[in-house]
T-cell receptor, first 114, second 119 residues
């Protein structure tokens, strides 16, 4: 069965310091993986996606994620946090076994301290 | 490209009334659209998958007679919450797939959401 685990419900970092949001998944097939960001009362915006090509994926706003099959992980990172990065982040997995249905993690709320 | 809109962005209604939420793909034709529900500080839960010209597929536990979905055209899907009650208050989000991009990935494009408050 497909599932996504976001290990931290809340992460707090200082502005200018690195960001690490953790995501582990389970999938019975070759998965597609995504990270979405949601600002308060806004829709979801795609940050990046893993397409079974390069394992290190670069997204928008300086974010990147590395697909590690051996660890079943897809952690999201950013070298230097900005105040505007404060939002809710969702890791999503889908695969062919479930008709490419999206499975969302429970989300990680990122706070950036000035 | 691949923009999805929702209308209204927020709605307040009295208990017992019905509310219709529209989801439109603005610059592509979406054969498949999805409806999600999100409670405060929680993740998105898939309610149903809407396929153009056919009946929607509902997830387990979602009342299809209460949440009516119509996908009558390739650019419009509607969700009608019938006889709404306060427990139906939530953030409803739709998404759509762009068939023109499926050769690359199964990405979904999300609308901005509709906040429903039932008094």
């Amino acid at each position: 069965a497909q599932s996504v685990t976001q290990l931290d419900s809340h992460v707090s970092v200082s502005e200018g310091t690195p960001v690490l949001l953790r995501c582990n998944y389970s999938s019975s097939y070759s998965p597609s993986l995504f990270w979405y960001v949601q600002h308060p009362n806004k829709g979801l915006q795609l940050l990046l996606k893993y397409t079974s090509a390069a394992t290190l994926v670069k997204g928008i706003n300086g974010f990147e994620a590395e697909f590690k099959k051996s660890e079943t992980s897809f952690h999201l990172t950013k070298p230097s946090a900005h105040m505007s990065d404060a939002a809710e982040y969702f890791c999503v997995v889908s695969d062919l076994d479930t008709g490419n249905q999206f499975y969302f993690g429970t989300g990680t709320s990122l706070t950036v301290i000035p | 490209g691949a923009v999805v809109s929702q209308h209204p962005s927020w709605v307040i209604c009295k208990s017992g009334t019905s509310v219709k939420i529209e989801c439109r793909s603005l610059d592509f034709q979406a054969t498949t659209m999805f409806w999600y529900r999100q409670f405060p500080k929680q993740s998105l839960m898939l309610m149903a998958t809407s396929n153009e010209g056919s009946k929607a597929t509902y997830e387990q536990g979602v009342e299809k007679d209460k949440f009516l979905i119509n996908h009558a055209s390739l650019t419009l899907s509607t969700l009608t919450v019938t006889s709404a009650h306060p427990e139906d208050s939530s953030f409803y989000i739709c998404s759509a797939r762009d068939p023109g991009r499926l050769v690359v990935i199964d990405e979904q494009f999300f609308g901005p959401g509709t906040r429903l408050t039932v008094l």
